[in-house]
């Protein structure tokens, strides 16, 4: 059973910057395709940013130029380095583990707030 710990919200002022973490135990993490999604009050969840196993990444037009996916395959993590932070970022930060057969997993989330 995989399982997901995310780390690194909480508030930051507008301009401001955060970097969010994700662990995954278990072996399958290097040849999973991560990705960090948010979930802001009455919104649906929606993608941020995804990597693949071979490293390959693709973000939202909302934070392009502003949030980074990058992965470490010896600690089994993958971050969301976020910078120019907006107040419409609020939101709950999840990560998600997608197997190569197709099963995914979820973190428990993380809040990040942005005032302005």
């Known amino acids: 059973q995989v399982q997901l710990v995310e780390s690194g919200g909480g508030l930051v002022q507008a301009g401001g910057s955060l970097r969010l973490s994700c662990t995954a135990s278990?072996?399958?993490?290097?040849?999973?395709?991560m990705g960090w999604y948010r979930q802001a009050p009455g919104k649906q969840r929606e993608l941020v940013a995804t990597?693949?196993?071979?490293?390959?990444?693709n973000s939202a037009d909302s934070v392009k130029g502003r949030f980074t996916i990058s992965r470490d395959n010896g600690k089994n993590t993958v971050y969301l380095q976020m910078n120019s932070l907006k107040p419409e970022d609020t939101a709950v930060y999840y990560c998600?583990?997608?197997?190569?057969?197709?099963?995914?997993?979820w973190g428990q989330g993380t809040q990040v707030t942005v005032s302005s």
């Open positions: 990597i693949t196993s071979g490293g390959l990444t």
């Open positions: 998600k583990q997608l197997s190569t057969w197709g099963t995914a997993y």
């Open positions: 278990g072996r399958l993490f290097s040849i999973s395709t």
